[in-house]
């Protein structure tokens, strides 16, 4: 327990307006469910409440949704095979991230959701797993789960850890709790420099700061795409596909737009659809039905076939695989004030990406993209059709842009064995 009387004042006056805040939740899972159902199942987890006691767990992994999820992955598949007896519970906070440990793990991991940053919530959540260290993957900096590791013995690293400079500006807000809250932490495994650096000046120690890069660099590619490609051929046909990837809804009217252009060149393109979020799988289906395109989905169709215009694919965990479908693939989030999403999924697969100018969230993988010009960033919806036009004239720039990110990504691997190195004092034995 800490004996700095303004840590003390600043964590309760945090924990206070937690408490005053809580009834929201309750709000806030009702309104989520109501557009995705899952919110309304296992509320007792987000309250650290556990029906029955558990072996201790030694390792746990928290990776807030599905990207962290995937991120962490190869992390996660090493530690297994070094000891595949050794427990590890994984925390996300999304339904999506939960299905995502589902369908990668089942039952080799536990998943629980991370209670709320409360202090009780989270000294009862480590009181019933006991873990041995925290694995927390990328910017999940909840003060009161920080401290409660320190307080309960449990080392914290960081891992994949970015930090972009507007989050940073974010954090700076509440810059007293924060920056006692990182300097708890043990290691910080940046993925550059860059990071690195901001995540001192928001107070972590330099000393337990290391550059290991970006673990998605090392996520293979899907099994069976080979496999799933011939499937798709059958039933769609040969034909020009291209897919909008983690599109949201202020996207989406662009995305259609520039379908209709692709359409009037080649009549029978097909547009396969994944909406960042899955509440806006019926909304987009309906938008393009709305203007006379005939459309499919997976979890009703399971493939598209020739007349279809558009594939909405709607089920969890099928976007990277059905990248190898593409012949071009448009990342969603880039074109309003998100700050992108994964570019690294159709880059390993070898599809040409086009994004929007809004990318900093990504903004040391979009850098390296650009610098190899193994992607397009344009500017508006103009410029988006423009390049998409583009793109599907030129059969030779596809393939151009597929090696250049074929090499990029070669380049980039190693972050895995960099971070195990980092991190393996902090590890339980197997």
């Not at 003390?8 to 159902?37: C, D, E, K, M, N």
């Not at 909304?283 to 395109?293: E, L």
Request: include cysteine.
């Amino acid at each position: 327990m800490s004996r700095d009387p303004i840590e003390r004042v600043l964590r309760a006056a945090y924990s206070v307006a937690l408490v005053v805040l809580l009834p929201i939740t309750l709000y806030h899972l009702v309104w989520r469910g109501f557009r995705q159902p899952a919110y309304f199942q296992r509320w007792g987890e987000r309250y650290a409440r556990y029906p029955t006691p558990t072996e201790p767990t030694p390792v746990w992994v928290h990776a807030v949704s599905v990207g962290e999820v995937n991120a962490i992955a190869p992390l996660v598949q090493r530690l297994l095979a070094q000891a595949p007896g050794r427990r590890l519970v994984i925390t996300t906070i999304t339904p999506t991230g939960s299905a995502r440990v589902q369908a990668l793990w089942g039952e080799r991991v536990e998943h629980v959701y991370l209670p709320y940053d409360l202090k009780r919530f989270m000294r009862h959540f480590l009181a019933h797993f006991k873990p041995s260290v925290a694995l927390i993957v990328e910017t999940e900096l909840w003060p009161n789960m920080l401290f409660a590791c320190r307080d309960a013995g449990v080392p914290v690293c960081i891992l994949n850890a970015r930090l972009s400079a507007r989050s940073l500006r974010g954090y700076q807000v509440l810059d007293a709790l924060i920056r006692r809250a990182l300097g708890t932490v043990k290691r910080v495994c940046a993925q550059s420099r860059l990071d690195g650096e901001r995540f001192i000046r928001l107070g972590a120690h330099r000393d337990a700061v290391v550059a290991t890069g970006n673990l998605k660099f090392d996520v293979n590619p899907p099994e069976g795409i080979d496999a799933l490609k011939q499937v798709f051929s059958h039933h769609a046909g040969q034909r020009p596909v291209w897919i909008a990837a983690s599109t949201h809804p202020e996207e989406e009217a662009f995305v259609l737009s520039a379908h209709r252009r692709v359409r009037q060149r080649w009549p029978d393109a097909l547009l396969i659809w994944a909406p960042r979020h899955p509440e806006r799988f019926k909304g987009v289906a309906d938008q393009a039905r709305a203007q006379g395109m005939r459309v499919s989905t997976r979890s009703v169709n399971d493939w598209p076939d020739t007349s279809d215009a558009v594939f909405v694919l709607d089920t969890l965990g099928d976007l990277g695989r059905f990248y190898a479908v593409a012949d071009i693939a448009f990342v969603g989030g880039s074109l309003q004030m998100v700050g992108g999403h994964n570019m690294l999924e159709p880059a390993i697969i070898g599809v040409p990406i086009i994004t929007g100018p809004h990318l900093f969230n990504f903004s040391d993988i979009s850098q390296r993209m650009r610098d190899a010009h193994a992607m397009r960033v344009v500017q508006d919806p103009a410029e988006f059709e423009a390049a998409l036009m583009q793109l599907f004239e030129s059969p030779e720039e596809r393939t151009r842009m597929k090696n250049a990110a074929h090499a990029l990504v070669v380049q980039g691997r190693g972050a895995l064995d960099n971070t195990l190195e980092a991190i393996t004092s902090f590890l339980p034995s197997p």
